[in-house]
């Protein structure tokens, strides 16, 4: 059974993209909160995927850390569900058993919600916005409702102030930029630097 100190599942959004490093792979908060929080590089397991569904971290990554030990693990995921395949139930119960499946005793489990990426993308329509913010609200609602029920840490990223600043965006309007994968990992950082797993 291996052992790190931060493991992160989820989508674009966990693997860093919009934060290119020097050498082409991305950056992004995982490895940038890692490191405000003492822990280094060796000590991150990041299964974040690009296009990653909540399906995939069910079938996929849950899996893959079964056997992990870690006291700290995020999960980032579920914005391609609202964008691009959206069956409100499947992300409700993958959501749900994703969360289930992590939890663990003496193990800090957290997450984010989901910002405003729908106003954020270019060229939409406005009745397209509407219908996605929608489903980002009913989300977010849900998802509040799930952390709260199942002890999860949860970063408040749609009410952040960053977001609705254009310089903390990549210009595909999904991704955070470089400076605002940064002001996550602070925000994000100052949320776990409580918890009792890593005390």
């Known amino acids: 059974?291996?052992?790190y100190r931060m493991v992160v599942l989820?989508?674009?959004?966990?693997?860093?993209r919009g934060d290119p490093g020097p050498d082409g792979t991305f950056v992004g908060w995982?490895?940038?909160?890692?490191?405000?929080l003492g822990i280094?590089?060796?000590?991150?397991?990041?299964l974040g995927a690009y296009g990653a569904l909540t399906q995939d971290v069910v079938d996929k990554q849950v899996p893959a850390v079964a056997d992990v030990r870690t006291p700290l693990l995020g999960v980032a995921v579920g914005g391609n569900d609202l964008v691009r395949a959206y069956d409100r139930d499947r992300i409700r119960t993958n959501l749900r058993a994703i969360f289930e499946a992590v939890a663990a005793p003496g193990r800090t489990v957290f997450t984010h919600d989901y910002p405003d990426i729908p106003g954020r993308i270019p060229g939409l329509p406005a009745d397209t916005?509407?219908?996605l913010?929608?489903?980002f609200a009913d989300a977010n609602a849900y998802l509040d409702e799930l952390c709260v029920e199942l002890g999860v840490l949860r970063y408040g990223l749609a009410a952040a102030p960053l977001t609705r600043d254009a310089a903390m965006w990549y210009p595909d309007g999904i991704h955070p930029?470089?400076?605002?994968h940064r002001t996550i990992a602070v925000e994000m950082a100052a949320m776990l630097a409580g918890a009792p797993a890593i005390q």
């Open 30 to 36: 995982v490895p940038r909160t890692a490191r405000l």
């Open 177 to 180: 930029s470089t400076i605002g």
């Open 133 to 135: 913010r929608d489903r």
């Open 40 to 46: 280094d590089e060796a000590g991150i397991l990041n």
């Open 1 to 3: 059974m291996s052992g």
């Open 10 to 16: 989820g989508d674009s959004f966990a693997e860093g």
């Open 129 to 131: 916005v509407a219908l």
